[in-house]
Structure formats: C-alpha cells, structure tokens
C-alpha cells in the first residue's frame, strides 16, 4: 500500500469516526439519523441516475439492504441517546465483523480460518469488557442492546450488500440505489415512532445531520477507491482505526470517561477486528 493510500484509508477512518461523533453531538439522535438519510438519498439518487438502470433481481437486495440499514440507523440512534461515543461505537462496530463471521460459517458454508476464529475470540473480550465497563460505571445498560442491535443492523447489510453487489455488477450504482430507499424507509419508520414533529428541530441540527450525510458518503467513497489500489482485507483492517478514533473523540472533546478497562478493550475490539480480516 502506497503512503497516499494509506493516509486516504486513515481519512476515511477518521470520517467515520467523525460522522458519528455528530449525531451523538445533536440535540435529537434520530432526527440527525433522518437528516443523514434523506441527504444521503438525495447523493445517492445523483449518483445513480449516471449509472444504467439496475437488473429486476438487483431490487429485492436493494430492498433487503435498506431495512437492514433502517435498523442500524434507528439502534444507532437509541444507543447514542442512552450512552457515551467511546462506549456506543466500538461495541457497534466491533460486533458486527464477529456477527458476520458466525453468519457465514453457520449458513454460507464459508470455512473460518484459525486466525479468524482468534480474531472472533479477540473481538468477544473487548466487546465484554466494554459491557463490562458500562455496567459497572453507572452508565445506562440500554446502551448495551441497542448498541448490539445496531451491530447486527451491520452484519445484515455487510451479508446482503456483498452478495447484492455481486449480483448487480455495478456496485456504485447498487449503493446509489441503496440509499434512495433508505430514504424512502427510514424516515417514515422514525415519524411513526417519534410524530411528525420530528424534524422540527434547530438549523444546528440540520447542518449538523448534513455533515454527517457527507462524511458518511465520502468515507464510504475513499474506501472503495483504495480498495481499487490496494489489497480489500487490508483496507478492511485499516478501517476499523474509525473505533480507535471514536474513542479519542469522545474522549478529548465530549468528556466522556477513560479508563483502562474502556482503552483496554477498545484495543481488543480494533486488534479481534484486524485478525479477522488479515
């Protein structure tokens, strides 16, 4: 990997990192989620109307993909309603890889390499002992379903875009598509579970949601340009440096509590998800 390439792939790391940090800033989680969603639409719809019109058997992936989305995006939401940055987001993202592995082998057949296996063993550690920390530091134990709900939101739409992708031959246009209908899902979901009301909130708000939508679509945009350059597992495990981010950001510039058990098993949850994709 060239030293562009490796600093594109740490840019994208970081604007993950970073998009979540601002929906966890706003002052209402899933009117930031929805806000992302319908920009995020509104790119994607751009972006796919350059790109020939998908296959009729490309729209149930597109469809499936979008309500795994839905659900990340709603779990996100609560979890960050109930819990800190640096707790939230490496229990989110660090469960979603073991979650996929396990799928894989249990209904793909796929074999799960030994170095695999001690990642998923890794991942698990970390993972408890961010439970762990949460139980025991007084913060808000919903954190911890809703976090994994989102985790499994991931898994979902990992499984379904890879195979969706390869069935469409045309990834950019396919993920064009996706977030098209996840604007067309999501929000509705969010106004019937919050009122209409709900996007009746601050410009901050808004420019905060819009922020976040373009530097969701930008990381997502540097990572598959690197993986064009570059070898995809490597890629994959530089990534997930986001979770390292996470914490230092809400570390340094929400307050949030450090200790060592929360540094130790962000550490876990980054080196389980490595092993997992080397």
């Known amino acids: ?42 790119m994607g719809l751009a972006v796919a109307l350059t790109r020939p019109i998908p296959a009729a058997e490309v729209w149930a992936w597109v469809a499936a993909s979008a309500v795994c989305h839905a659900v990340y995006n709603t779990f996100l939401a609560f979890a960050y309603e109930h819990g800190d940055l640096s707790r939230v987001y490496p229990i989110a993202r660090g469960a979603a890889p073991m979650a996929v592995l396990v799928a894989s082998a249990l209904f793909l057949s796929d074999a799960i390499e030994p170095m695999s296996v001690a990642g998923v063993l890794v991942l698990g550690l970390g993972i408890l002992g961010m439970a762990r920390g949460a139980l025991g530091s007084g913060e808000s134990r919903r954190l911890i379903p809703y976090a994994l709900g989102a985790a ?27 977030f098209v209908a996840q604007a067309l899902l999501f929000p509705p979901a969010a106004f019937a579970m919050r009122g209409r009301g709900l996007l009746r909130v601050s410009p901050r708000v ?5 922020a976040a939508a373009v530097a969701s679509y930008g990381a997502y945009a540097i990572a598959v340009w690197a993986m064009t350059l ?23 510039a929400f307050g949030d509590r450090m200790d060592r058990t929360k540094a130790v098993s962000a550490v876990l949850i980054v080196t389980g998800v490595v092993l997992t994709r080397i």
């Open 230 to 252: 570059a070898p995809i597992a490597l890629v994959s495990a530089l990534r997930e440096t986001s979770i390292l981010f996470a914490v230092l950001i809400g570390w340094a």
């Open 152 to 178: 499994a939101g991931t898994a979902g739409y990992t499984l379904v875009d890879g195979l969706g992708a390869r069935v469409s031959g045309d990834p950019v246009a396919y993920v064009g598509w996706l």
């Open 1 to 42: 990997m060239s030293l562009p390439v490796f600093l594109a792939v740490m840019l994208a790391a970081l604007l993950h990192a970073s998009w979540n940090a601002m929906i966890k800033l706003g002052a209402s989680k899933v009117a930031g989620m929805v806000i992302l969603a319908l920009v995020q639409g509104v």
């Open 206 to 210: 808004w420019a905060q949601g819009t």
